[in-house]
């Protein structure tokens, strides 16, 4: 069976004019990935000397056509409270525009600390985090008597970074312990650990304690050396990931900064574009006034209070894109220089795919919805001062689910599709469900084998761990269908890769009906793979299939938009240990190889529903309480009514 939506119209190549070119973006609004909330930046205070009054706020927080709509502010939190007063104006104006409003500190009073009388360095003794956690929260108290309620609190900035500024030290452990001996101290919603570069080591720590990670209800980072990963513990934990700060200036020459559309323009729309893929609900800039912000400060030849083209872009999301659910896309294009995401509307009669064509071709690109439209809107910024996020109407000439449009040279583009009527020719597919799990591999470590997973390859087995070369995690464009997979590989002798025989990581079933999913690409070639599924010592399922459709290596597989789906029914009638295998045939010379990914194991209960058993990463699942009823983002309902819930760690369909 064919993946749900694959092309229906691939790439077919250039046209006879070298200066047009078509792509299909193909959008699976049953297959959901995190909500968006939202987009903004730093508040600069006068501390900064970049200050924003009541109308530079305006151009920024407004949602009219020549203002950005942005919709996060961040603040700074001063060692000295006599300053706390610097940011409350910033506050109280985008709060009139409903932005959600956090602050970050820099570091504590310095008597506090390991070095003494430092601003700079050094680490919060152990003795003062109840005074710290008191500290933060009477920053929140002192903003609530000022008529602002901001909405959440960091604990440090960057606190993996030695800084010879303002800073602080912490490790992940000291921040675990922290936030679950202080955490409840502090009464607004709490981020962390907003690490340099999104650090496993800072955020795992608090993740995988239950008493810190319920403490926790943002997890933040910044994208300085961030490496394209995505957080799917975090998902796990029922946290939205954040990218709390990034600022991109290494353009700065000859006291100016190169403000080449085609060069600063696409690098900033495609970092946004990159956290939304990542499966990151917000994006924050650093400074929101500046020559390499969102507002110019008239130096490094910008302007003093003009939005910029970075403004501009960001407007496209925040306007469009805040409030959201991104949904599953596949884009296809000859040039394979588009970028896109796409996006379901909080009301679900909207698709909103956001496309940003950094090339001098004009691109023919036809859209494959899950409903009919007969129009919506268009919204693009190009270099031209009369395109800064320009919005039209687009009507469309009769119902298509397959509208085409030409997409402009070097522009970013918005398009939002209203749905009319439903879709006759529906593709054949998944049912649409809530999923609370990713079903991703976890690529942040680099290429690995992840947790509870081995591979059996040339007469070596290899179990967890960072690998350069051999089976692997192996990561691919988000705009696929597989973002990771597995590659694995034989050669003179059978090979496989397989999940539950790790004595650490069982996947224990309890009698019943299942049905595992999975899909294959073949690497290079297209051998015959054999999956079976055992339970205690009892084979209760096996299936034998060549993948449809190949990729080769080079660097030539960037984006997969095929793949070979399969399913196995099975039942289990007692409790055992599941264990998944895929079997590679041996070659007589050379490697045979093959890319494993969609792992996913469901469970039909006729009681409850249906269960989703996640096995990516490492089959991890989350156990909430005893019999207690959550929802999908975590929180406890004390009076489910009908619905899905999380439920002793598996997701049920309450009747």
Wanted: with cysteine; aromatic share 12%.
């Amino acid at each position: 069976m064919k993946k749900i939506f694959v092309l229906l119209a691939m790439a077919l190549g250039l046209n006879a004019s070298a200066q047009t070119s078509k792509a299909t973006i193909s959008v699976d609004s049953r297959v959901k990935y995190q909500h968006v909330t939202g987009f903004g930046g730093f508040s600069p205070s006068p501390t900064w000397q970049y200050w924003l009054n009541d109308g530079d706020m305006d151009k920024l927080f407004g949602k009219g056509s020549t203002q950005l709509g942005l919709n996060i502010v961040r603040l700074y939190i001063s060692s000295n409270k006599g300053a706390w007063g610097a940011g409350v104006a910033n506050a109280k104006r985008a709060k009139k525009y409903g932005a959600f409003i956090f602050a970050s500190p820099w570091t504590p009073p310095k008597e506090w600390k390991s070095n003494g009388e430092s601003a700079n360095g050094g680490s919060l003794l152990v003795d003062r985090y109840a005074d710290w956690a008191n500290y933060l929260n009477d920053y929140y108290k002192y903003m609530k008597q000022q008529g602002v309620t901001i909405d959440a609190v960091s604990i440090q900035n960057e606190p993996d970074w030695k800084a010879d500024y303002e800073s602080c030290i912490w490790t992940g452990e000291q921040m675990a312990k922290f936030l679950k001996e202080q955490g409840s101290k502090i009464e607004c919603k709490i981020i962390a650990p907003e690490a340099i570069h999104f650090a496993k080591s800072m955020h795992e720590p608090i993740l995988n304690d239950p008493a810190a990670c319920a403490e926790l209800d943002i997890m933040g980072g910044h994208f300085y050396g961030w490496n394209g990963s995505s957080y799917p513990l975090a998902a796990q934990k029922g946290k939205e990931v954040w990218m709390t700060e990034y600022l991109i200036n290494e353009r700065q020459q000859n006291n100016k900064i190169n403000i080449n559309w085609k060069d600063d323009g696409f690098l900033f729309a495609r970092s946004v574009n990159d956290a939304m893929l990542a499966n990151m609900s917000a994006w924050v800039h650093y400074s929101l006034k500046r020559y390499y912000g969102v507002y110019g400060d008239g130096t490094y030849g910008t302007t003093e209070n003009a939005i910029t083209k970075r403004g501009w872009i960001l407007s496209h999301y925040a306007k469009y894109v805040s409030g959201t659910t991104r949904v599953r896309h596949v884009l296809s294009d000859a040039t394979g220089k588009l970028t896109s995401s796409a996006y379901l509307s909080q009301t679900g009669d909207s698709i909103v795919v956001m496309l940003l064509n950094p090339s001098d071709n004009t691109v023919t690109t036809t859209f494959d919805l899950p409903f009919n439209t007969q129009g919506g809107a268009t919204v693009v910024t190009t270099e031209s001062t009369s395109k800064n996020a320009k919005k039209t109407t687009l009507t469309l000439e009769a119902e298509t689910c397959n509208p085409e449009l030409n997409v402009e040279p070097w522009s970013v583009n918005t398009y939002i599709f209203k749905r009319c009527s439903a879709r006759e020719d529906m593709p054949e597919g998944e049912e649409e469900q809530e999923s609370i799990f990713s079903d991703q591999f976890d690529f942040s470590g680099g290429g690995c084998v992840p947790a509870g997973w081995k591979a059996v390859y040339e007469g070596g087995t290899r179990g967890a761990g960072n690998y350069d070369s051999g089976p692997r995690i192996m990561s691919f464009s988000a705009e696929g269908l597989m973002p990771y997979a597995f590659y694995f590989r034989t050669g003179t002798s059978t090979g496989n890769v397989n999940y539950g025989n790790d004595t650490k990581n069982r996947l224990v079933l309890e009698p019943g009906k299942y049905t595992l999913y999975y899909s294959l690409v073949g690497w290079k070639t297209k051998p015959s793979i054999t999956a079976t599924v055992k339970v205690g010592s009892k084979s209760v399922g096996k299936l034998t299939a060549k993948p449809e459709y190949s990729v080769s290596a080079n660097g030539s597989a960037s984006r997969i938009t095929q793949s070979t789906d399969k399913s196995i029914d099975f039942e289990v009638t007692a409790t055992g240990n599941c264990i998944l295998t895929w079997s590679i045939p041996s070659i007589a010379s050379g490697l045979n190889e093959c890319l494993l990914g969609n792992v996913r194991l469901v469970m039909h209960d006729e009681e409850d529903g249906i269960v989703d058993i996640p096995l990516f990463p490492g089959g991890e699942m989350i156990n909430l309480g005893n019999g207690q009823y959550y929802d999908l983002s975590g929180r406890k309902v004390t009076s489910p009514v009908n619905g899905l819930y999380i439920k002793d760690g598996r997701k049920v369909m309450k009747k």
